[in-house]
């Protein structure tokens, strides 16, 4: 963004995102000096998640060239791509289209920092040079551990999409109208329009969801589909939002293990508690959705 960034000035400093979107990518417009903007027209940059972050959605080619349309650049982050093994847009070699991705999500190396960004061919030997002057190298550690997390991605691959389908399809059993998504997260819509108010409510009982307001759209909340535990956190959310429980369903062939509960004193009782503490046995944690 920053290499695109110092070929526009004035009105050209515009970046078309589509909101919802993921708030870093809508800040790193910012940092980059582009203004983002929602309408259509020529822009320098169209900046975009695919799969969509946080609405779970692929798009198809069609889609995403009809919303680009009039970008001379067009940023796409694909973060979430291997959740159902879509290949990458970088692999069309189209001219303009940038990707960049990480290993922090299908992988789950958050303690590994290393991403990449893929410039379209024809800007391949400028990337190059910037890359080489501003950017550090890759600690000898980070790249050996990416290495490591490449070489077992397809035992890391059956484990991650088997828990990904049985959360997807419960999902889909418990709200009917969720479209098929390409992504562990999914935007609902609140019933009542107000994302914020059920984020709020959804505090308020210990279920962890982000607040569509987050997202630069406040009518939902994110919920994310990646713990083991996710049927269960799905039914305290849904007691929450109103919705039906998804019943259990059939092993699916590939063990999914919980984590065990941790061990630990029972809570002391506080003034005005309401809740009895437990006496005996581990300490468990109330369910709650988490944000990957």
Known sequence: MFFLGGRGRGAQRQCRVHLPEYPPLVTL????????????????????SL???P?????????????????????????????????SHAEAGTPGLWTTG?????????????????APPEEVEAFQRLHSIVLDDIPAFFAASALAL????????????????????????????VPSIDAPVYFDRAPDGDGDGLAQRCL?????????????????????????????????????????VPAEPASEGVPIRAARPRRGRPPEREPGDRHRPRRFGPRRRRPALALP
Not at 59 to 80: H, K, N, Q
Not at 164 to 176: G, V
């Open 29 to 48: 417009a910012g940092l980059a000096g582009f203004r983002p903007v929602q309408n259509e027209g020529p822009v320098p940059v169209a900046l975009l």
């Open 51 to 53: 799969p969509r972050n």
């Open 55 to 87: 609405e779970g959605l692929g798009w198809t080619s069609a889609e995403l060239a009809t919303w680009s349309e009039g970008a001379r650049s067009t940023v796409i982050d694909e973060t979430f791509r291997e959740f159902v093994g879509r290949p």
């Open 102 to 118: 990480a290993l922090t999500k299908f992988f789950g190396g958050d303690a590994v920092r290393v991403g990449y960004a893929i």
């Open 150 to 177: 490449l070489a077992d991605r397809e035992p890391i691959a059956r484990r991650v999409r088997a828990l990904f389908n049985r959360n997807r399809a419960a999902l889909r059993q418990a709200l009917p109208a």
């Open 204 to 244: 308020r009982a210990s279920v962890l969801v982000s607040p569509g307001s987050l997202f630069g759209d406040p009518t939902g909340v994110r919920i994310c589909l990646t713990r083991p535990t996710f049927r269960r956190d799905l039914a305290r959310y849904l007691a929450v939002r109103g919705g039906a």
